[in-house]
């Protein structure tokens, strides 16, 4: 069982959740946010760690062959998440695009998790 990511995935499927909080704060209270003092320092924040989870991610699929988890799906879910910890600040993304994306970062990272944890 690879710790590591497993420890990355549950951070993402929190930031995760932290990013369906903002998107229903922002289009409740459309009140934006400051770029330099919480997006970018957020968003960076996110990046950094996705970026790592993705690599872990390909080395584990490397030593692992998992049936329903595939290395285009590890990509696309990266790049969910890469624009999902952005456009959560702004109320005029499209909602049914937002949740979507959400909900299926989600869905792939508690996969993720539930094959990991099999492996143990």
Same mark, same amino acid.
């Not at 922002?26 to 924040?45: A, L, M, S």
């Not at 690599?55 to 990509?75: A, T, Y």
């Given at each position: 069982?690879?710790? =590591?990511?497993?420890?990355?995935?549950?951070?993402?499927?929190?930031?995760?959740?932290?990013?369906?909080?903002?998107?229903?704060?922002?289009?409740?209270?459309?009140? =934006?946010?400051?770029?330099?003092?919480?997006?970018?320092?957020?968003?960076?924040?996110?990046?950094?760690?996705?970026?790592?989870?993705?690599?872990?991610?390909?080395?584990?699929?490397?030593?692992?062959?998992? =049936?329903?988890?595939?290395?285009?799906?590890?990509?696309?879910?990266?790049?969910?998440?890469?624009?999902?910890?952005?456009?959560?600040?702004?109320?005029?993304?499209?909602?049914?695009?937002?949740?979507?994306?959400?909900?299926?970062?989600?869905?792939?990272?508690?996969?993720?998790?539930?094959?990991? =944890?099999?492996?143990?």
């Amino acid at each position: 069982m690879d710790m =590591k990511t497993i420890e990355l995935t549950e951070k993402l499927l929190h930031y995760n959740n932290l990013f369906l909080y903002h998107y229903n704060e922002v289009r409740e209270n459309g009140i =934006k946010q400051d770029f330099y003092h919480t997006i970018k320092p957020f968003v960076d924040e996110v990046e950094a760690l996705n970026n790592e989870w993705k690599i872990s991610m390909e080395k584990w699929l490397g030593k692992n062959d998992p =049936k329903h988890i595939h290395l285009k799906q590890v990509e696309t879910t990266a790049e969910h998440i890469k624009n999902l910890a952005i456009q959560c600040f702004f109320p005029e993304t499209s909602k049914s695009r937002f949740l979507n994306s959400q909900r299926t970062v989600e869905f792939f990272l508690e996969d993720v998790l539930i094959e990991m =944890k099999k492996d143990a």
